[in-house]
């Protein structure tokens, strides 16, 4: 059994829209995350104010979902 399938508690993954070491475009954790049966991914939109993977480090970016 893959282990993303034994997750059974809600998870959020975040991910950066600008993020240059995992970038959306990868599509990875958006692979990873639909394995997770009460998965959910929520993606920064990039901006003047983000830093690309260091962006996720601050929570005012995705404090909303949470």
């Known amino acids: 059994m893959n282990r993303c399938c034994a997750v059974r508690r809600p998870t959020l993954a975040i991910i950066a829209a600008d993020d240059e070491r995992n970038p959306p475009e990868n599509r990875v954790t958006s692979a990873a995350i ?21 962006t996720t480090g601050n929570a005012a970016f995705y404090k909303q979902p949470l």
């Open 34 to 54: 639909k394995r997770i049966k009460r998965g959910q991914l929520y993606l920064i939109p990039a901006s003047t104010e983000t830093r690309g993977h260091l």
